[in-house]
């Protein structure tokens, strides 16, 4: 008698399983992604490695041992990953495609390998001519970095235990399948099947593993949503097509900080270190225009210095437009009606438009001093001076209030030679000593106009 395949309904977006089709996903919300698919086999819980579990020990018998960590000597992604690779963690990479992830991987394996470590590249996606050709474009050549094209689950395993390389980078996890399921690479079980067996192979042996992932379109990785709980780390490779600068964000991360980032710009020989971010984002700075203003933004722990610019016209339209780049949209309402109210700027029946250049993406509120003032500098129709850098969140009854890491940040601001830095008062208790800066201290949106103009 033939054996009956048991199907299941999976969510395409998030894997949320279901016995019967449905229309709306219960989990995520999204519309028409149910597709039938075979449940995945019920061993894989069960082959999990001896000797991976110990038993229960007291917190300060467990002994810690620094040399775990992988150093690969590309300072941005290390600091990234917070200070290096962990033996027997995994790490998916996320990105658009075409952003560079393959490039980013190739590169990191090169270092590896160039410091004598066998690494082992498994690529589903490329032949290996193409990746060849990558690798000269930026000068990969080592034989201890082992290319292996083969998107069959069973035999890259296979390959790993045999070869045991120090790193295994898998490109991408989308292209993995194995046999034990009969779906097509891609789908929600396999995704899932393959990066199980890959991150227990992993922990098993202690060979840290990349695993690079898709995104879908609006840029969560694509695939089972419990891929990202499983790994140990998840980054994420951001950019703008228009631009040669690209950012790898952790967002999430067992063995380090997480929302540090790393910055990297895309030549014709591959990615380069970016190693003072600021200096980039300001290089095309405009003189003496009127709004546009310098604020100092945390990522991670790291200060970057970014331009926040801004253009106030009036509308030709009933309703003015309110429209951000980089900036949250609601945030730049929110603030435009406290300016308003406040400071009897009336923007009401102005059109707003906000830019961080560089295709940044700001999120934290100590931004808002700076939307502010761009948006008051173009308003009035004045330049803030060139020297000058604000930060604070602003509050409704437009009080400005404190934030956190504002040493770092001014300090960043004067290394960038930056004279003047406006801030809230808030933080007046902390001394900075041997900056040399002029320190404005402020507890109200009045006293910024007041101050910068
Ligand atoms: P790739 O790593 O293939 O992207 P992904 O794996 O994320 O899809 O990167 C491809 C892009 O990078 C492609 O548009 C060409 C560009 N690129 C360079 O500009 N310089 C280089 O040295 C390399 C290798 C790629
Ligand atoms: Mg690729």
Redesign the pocket.
């Known amino acids: 008698m033939v054996k009956k395949i048991k199907t299941a309904f999976y969510c395409r977006n998030c894997g949320h399983q279901s016995p019967k089709w449905l229309g709306r996903c219960p989990s995520c919300a999204e519309w028409n992604q149910f597709v039938e698919e075979e449940v995945g086999s019920s061993g894989v819980g069960s082959d999990l490695p001896v000797g991976l579990s110990e038993p229960p020990l007291p917190i300060d018998v467990i002994t810690l041992n620094d040399r775990e960590r992988i150093v690969i000597g590309m300072a941005e992604m290390d600091h990234v990953l917070g200070g290096g690779i962990v033996k027997g963690s995994s790490i998916l990479v996320g ?12 590169q990191v394996l090169q270092c590896l390998a160039h410091k004598g470590l066998t690494v082992l590249y498994v690529s589903g ?2 032949s290996a001519r193409q990746i060849k050709l ?1 690798g000269q ?2 000068g990969a050549s080592s034989e201890r970095l082992l290319i292996y094209v083969e998107t069959s689950l069973d035999a890259i395993l296979r390959q790993i235990e045999e070869i045991k390389p120090d790193v295994v980078a898998i ?2 996890v989308q292209t993995m399948y194995s046999s034990r399921l009969s779906s097509a690479p891609g789908s929600v079980g396999q995704v899932r099947e393959s990066s199980e067996r890959l991150i227990l192979i992993s922990k098993k042996t202690g060979i840290p593993i990349f695993l ?1 992932g898709h995104v879908t379109k609006d840029g969560a990785i694509a695939g089972p949503k419990v891929l990202e709980h499983m790994v140990d780390a998840v980054l994420y ?1 951001q950019g703008d ?1 228009g631009y ?1 600068f690209r950012i790898i964000r952790g967002v999430k991360n067992r063995y380090g900080p997480t929302n540090e980032i790393g910055v990297f710009e ?6 380069t270190e970016v190693a003072n971010p600021s200096a980039l984002f300001l290089s095309e700075r405009p003189k003496g225009a009127a709004g546009s203003i310098v604020v100092p933004s945390m990522e991670g722990t790291r200060p970057i210095l970014v331009e926040i610019q801004s253009l106030v016209s009036e509308t030709n339209f009933g309703m003015p437009r309110r429209t951000t780049i980089g900036v949250d949209h609601n945030r730049v309402s929110l603030l435009a009606a406290v300016l308003d109210k406040i400071c009897g700027l009336h923007l009401v029946n102005y059109d707003i438009f906000i830019n961080v250049a560089g295709g940044v993406r700001l999120s934290e509120p100590a931004i808002d001093l700076g939307i502010v003032s761009a948006l008051a500098s173009s308003f009035l129709g004045r330049p803030i001076d060139e020297g000058t850098v604000v930060c604070g969140e602003v509050g409704l009854t437009g009080e400005v209030r404190g934030i956190s890491h504002m040493e770092a940040r001014i300090r960043e601001a004067a290394k960038m030679g930056f004279t003047r830095c406006v801030f809230p008062k808030t933080d007046a208790g902390d001394t900075f000593p041997k900056i040399d800066m002029s320190l404005i201290r402020i507890s109200s949106l009045k006293e910024m106009v007041d101050t910068i103009f």
């Open positions: 990105g658009d495609p075409g952003i560079g992830k393959s490039t980013l991987l190739l996606e490329e990558r474009r930026i490109d991408s690079i490779f097509s040669a895309m030549r014709d020989k591959g990615l």
